[in-house]
């Protein structure tokens, strides 16, 4: 089994940063991608942010030019760097560790969930 935990939530002002950390423990392979997902109450869980072992990220629409994934393999780790944050970014931040990712699509079902991280951006 994989365990999922991820890291780094809080509270801040529009405009403000935060970084939320996922670490991946257990049997996962090397050449699997990872993944942060967001939900907010009634909605979807969306794909955020995607990256793969070669280095290849994807970022929703919503996100791009503010957001920043990225790795450390050592550690089995990734991170969300979150800049000028809206209200519109409040969301539960869950890490989907060792799904698929092929031609722009995750597949979280292949992969792990951690618990999630809150994430709660104030006006």
């Known amino acids: 089994q994989v365990h999922v935990v991820e890291s780094g939530g809080g509270w801040v002002q529009v405009g403000g940063s935060l970084r939320l950390s996922c670490t991946a423990s257990?049997?996962?392979?090397?050449?699997?991608?990872m993944g942060w997902y967001r939900q907010t109450p009634g909605k979807q869980r969306d794909l955020v942010a995607a990256?793969?072992?070669?280095?290849?990220?994807f970022y929703a629409d919503s996100v791009k030019g503010r957001f920043t994934i990225s790795g450390d393999n050592d550690k089995n780790t990734v991170y969300l760097q979150m800049n000028n944050l809206k209200p519109e970014d409040t969301a539960i931040y869950s890490c989907n560790a060792g799904g698929l990712f092929y031609d722009g699509i995750y597949d979280a079902d292949f992969g792990s969930w951690g618990r999630g991280t809150q994430v709660t951006v104030s006006s």
């Open positions: 990256l793969t072992p070669s280095g290849s990220t």
């Open positions: 257990g049997t996962i392979s090397n050449t699997l991608a």
